[in-house]
T-cell receptor, first 112, second 111 residues
Framework: DAGVIQSPRHEVTEMGQEVTLRCKPISGHDYLFWYRQTMMRGLELLIYFNNNVPIDDSGMPEDRFSAKMPNASFSTLKIQPSEPRDSAVYFC??????????FGPGTRLLVL | LAKTTQPISMDSYEGQEVNITCSHNNIATNDYITWYQQFPSQGPRFIIQGYKTKVTNEVASLFIPADRKSSTLSLPRVSLSDTAVYYCLVVGANSGYALNFGKGTSLLVTP
């Protein structure tokens, strides 16, 4: 298995632009997670899905952030409009209930 | 989510044993203690999990006292490649599947 796949690996954009991050979970996993990592706040859970349904989005910072999972093999995290404080590494992870979570390589986002 | 407390950072020399202690005073009966490891520029990866007493695998050992209010991750004879951030988490029915990673313990191993 190729593991969790994220794209792009790096993204540089200007404030106000829309940013879309993509994730392909490991086949067979029914949970998908989006995390954000910064030096100040560490690794934070933004939202997670079970069987493509959002279960808990309490970690999503504000309405500028949205996440979708249209099918079992694809999810997106969108930021619109982006701001410099959104600069961070965004990780996607997948797993089965209460078992190990497998993380992707992350997307390093820089908003200028 | 059950709250955990662990040191922000630790330093060690190569070849030494490193013990990272984590406190989780409000751990529930059905909760497990889980540790993840994160190398620079990578996502975290699972290294070990336990419920009580001692668990050992090829990477580390995990010691959990009878009251389970704390746990200690032990890395024997660390090498430079063990430089990473180590996260202690409590996982279980009451904690849900959402993991609260926080900032972890940043371990620096030097020659």
């Amino acid at each position: 298995d190729a593991g969790v796949i994220q794209s792009p690996r790096h993204e540089v954009t200007e404030m106000g632009q829309e940013v879309t991050l993509r994730c392909k979970p490991i086949s067979g996993h029914d949970y998908l997670f989006w995390y954000r990592q910064t030096m100040m706040r560490g690794l934070e859970l933004l939202i997670y899905f079970n069987n493509n349904v959002p279960i808990d989005d309490s970690g999503m910072p504000e309405d500028r952030f949205s996440a979708k999972m249209p099918n079992a093999s694809f999810s997106t995290l969108k930021i619109q409009p982006s701001e410099p404080r959104d600069s961070a590494v965004y990780f996607c992870a997948s797993g089965s209930y209460q078992e190990t979570q497998y993380f992707g390589p992350g997307t390093r986002l820089l908003v200028l | 989510l059950a709250k955990t407390t662990q040191p922000i950072s630790m330093d060690s020399y190569e070849g030494q044993e490193v013990n990272i202690t984590c406190s989780h005073n409000n751990i529930a009966t059905n909760d497990y203690i889980t540790w993840y490891q994160q190398f620079p520029s990578q996502g975290p990866r699972f290294i070990i999990q336990g419920y009580k007493t001692k668990v050992t695998n090829e990477v580390a050992s995990l010691f959990i006292p009878a009251d389970r209010k704390s746990s200690t991750l032990s890395l024997p004879r660390v090498s430079l490649s063990d430089t990473a951030v180590y996260y202690c988490l409590v996982v279980g029915a009451n904690s849900g599947y959402a993991l609260n990673f926080g900032k972890g313990t940043s371990l620096l191993v030097t020659p």
